[in-house]
Antibody, heavy 121, light 107 residues
Framework: QVQLVQSGAEVKKPGASVKVSCKASGYTFTSYDINWVRQATGQGLEWMGWMNPNSGNTGYAQKFQGRVTMTRNTSISTAYMELSSLRSEDTAVYYC??????????????WGQGTLVTVSS | SYELTQPPSVSVSPGQTARITCSGDALPKQYAYWYQQKPGQAPVLVIYKDSERPSGIPERFSGSSSGTTVTLTISGVQAEDEADYYCQSADSSGTVVFGGGTKLTVL
């Protein structure tokens, strides 16, 4: 069965960076995009970007351009999302999700369990 | 920037029909997708390409599109359907966006 298992919760200081991992299993990792979505407490979903694990190509939401980097290690079927220059507004649950392959890139059919990132001084 | 507009909340009694709308200028040209999210859980895709239902999603979930508005319909609502629902689509340049979400309350 398809599974996406994310790394554990993180606490970071303002200005620091965080790197969240997402290990995929149950399917061919390089055949589907990995999307990243975040959700602040009590708020809605916010799309951050996508990565093609086969090519390494990425597409980021304009809001995160220059601050986010999505990478992968195909040998261990793991995707990574690194967000830099953290501020308190970045406190949220970060989800990785498998791209569903539909016409709108960024649609997801399987999701990780989420990783809580807390930014606090 | 492109926005998808959803009502903040919808309330229905068990067994009734719930309709959740999502409006956006690009929806006549871009498909919409719907997710259900229950507290403390990751979202689940319930409708794709406006009206298609993934395997495992109950038949009471359906979707439709008319002009700049798409609608998620839940027929014969059950208590377990109480959740937040989000639409997702893209603008003409392919930039992905979520709607603000609608909280469905089953009275």
């Amino acid at each position: 069965q398809v599974q996406l298992v994310q790394s554990g919760a993180e606490v970071k200081k303002p200005g620091a960076s965080v790197k969240v991992s997402c290990k995929a299993s149950g399917y061919t990792f390089t055949s589907y995009d990995i999307n990243w979505v975040r959700q602040a407490t009590g708020q809605g979903l916010e799309w951050m970007g996508w990565m093609n694990p086969n090519s390494g190509n990425t597409g980021y939401a304009q809001k995160f351009q220059g601050r986010v980097t999505m990478t992968r290690n195909t040998s261990i079927s793991t995707a990574y999302m690194e967000l830099s220059s953290l501020r308190s507004e970045d406190t949220a649950v970060y989800y990785c999700a498998r791209g569903a392959g539909y016409m709108v890139r960024g649609v997801s059919d399987y999701w990780g369990q989420g990783t809580l990132v807390t930014v606090s001084s | 920037s492109y926005e998808l507009t959803q009502p903040p909340s919808v309330s229905v009694s068990p067994g009734q029909t719930a309709r959740i709308t999502c409006s956006g200028d690009a929806l006549p040209k871009q498909y919409a997708y719907w997710y259900q999210q229950k507290p403390g859980q990751a979202p689940v895709l319930v409708i794709y390409k406006d009206s298609e239902r993934p395997s495992g999603i109950p038949e009471r979930f359906s979707g439709s599109s008319s002009g700049t508005t798409v609608t998620l319909t839940i027929s014969g609502v059950q208590a377990e359907d109480e959740a937040d629902y989000y639409c997702q689509s893209a603008d003409s340049s392919g930039t992905v966006v979520f709607g603000g979400g609608t909280k469905l309350t089953v009275l």
